[in-house]
């Protein structure tokens, strides 16, 4: 297939580049400073998705797997045109690319988050409820995606805190790093939020199957077990062997981002292979390795 993609620098994309590389051409859309592997079939786009010249891709594809996201989501207001511009105003014009384009299946990476907290595990059912403006510039993209369901197969993926070894300056490598180095862990009530991590490898083979749809779907791409930040931060320190320090925070009230995984598993056929304990020995082996090598 002719796959054109964003975010093929990022922490999923870069895995799912390395999976699709050897049997898929890939148009990778990619700033000047964006570092691609070195292949034949790994073809750089360079755009900055604030100013998309879609005419610099490709006459026809077949999919758009759109991963990018906005680098500045943490800097609302000050950033909060890079964050629309990048999460949805780039989306609609990928979108418009790849009717043009006669593509088959457009996917586009969301987030769990769009639907808030919740008791039970969120189903994609469940009413979108946004609590910032990134995760508003999110669900606007996926209001936008599933319009254009006529033209080709509209899927948004919902991913649940994706984790693995080689991210940076995210939630996961962020507690490791605060564990490893005896920086006190925030703990909201008496375990903070819970919540269904996913290690990358899971989430690139959902991402990948998800290119084979042939119909509209919404569907949440997350782990196969339930934690809390307290428990996180408890199995660290166990396969670490350093105790966490904690400082606690008054109670924020219920506060679970817990995916159902069913239609993952139904549509996409995927089932997390990764145990949570295996992914957070893996995290932290590679970022005491980073350690180890800054140290010297």
Do not use: W
């Not at 943490?74 to 006669?102: C, G, H, M, W």
């Not at 649940?160 to 995210?170: A, I, L, N």
């Not at 962020?174 to 564990?179: I, N, S, Y």
């Not at 408890?234 to 400082?247: D, F, S």
């Amino acid at each position: 297939m002719k796959i054109v993609v964003t975010g093929g620098t990022g922490f999923v994309g870069g895995h799912a580049i390395r999976r699709l590389m050897a049997e898929h051409e890939l148009y990778c859309v990619t700033r000047k400073d964006g570092i691609l592997p070195a292949h034949s079939h790994v073809h750089r786009v360079e755009q900055d998705l604030t100013s998309l010249d879609t005419g610099a891709l490709p006459a026809t594809a077949d999919v758009v797997l759109h991963l990018a996201q906005s680098r500045q989501f943490r800097k609302f207001p000050d950033q909060a045109r890079d964050i629309f511009k990048v999460n949805t105003d780039s989306t609609l014009q990928l979108l418009e690319y790849a009717r043009q384009a006669k593509c088959k299946v457009f996917v586009y990476a969301s987030s769990g988050g769009v639907c808030g907290y919740m008791s039970r595990p969120i189903l994609e059912t469940d009413t979108p409820q946004p609590m910032n403006f990134y995760l508003a510039s999110k669900y606007a993209a996926e209001c936008l995606v599933n319009a254009y369901s006529d033209y080709f197969a509209t899927v948004n993926l919902r991913y649940y805190f994706v984790y693995g070894e080689g991210q940076r300056d995210m939630f996961m490598p962020g507690l490791v790093t605060r564990v490893l180095q005896g920086a006190p862990v925030t703990i909201a009530g008496k375990t903070g939020v819970e919540m269904s991590p996913t290690h990358v490898s899971d989430a690139v083979d959902a991402t990948i199957r998800a290119l084979e749809l042939t119909r509209p779907e919404t569907i949440n791409v997350a782990g196969g077990e339930t934690t809390t930040v307290f428990d996180l931060a408890e199995l660290i320190g166990q396969v670490t062997g350093r105790n966490p320090v904690y400082q606690y925070e008054a109670d924020k009230g219920p506060m679970a981002m817990v995916a159902n995984i069913e239609k993952m598993k139904l549509k996409l056929g995927v089932t997390p292979k990764v145990t949570l304990k295996e992914g957070v020995e893996r995290m932290a082996k590679d970022l005491l390795g980073e350690q180890s090598s800054t140290s010297k």
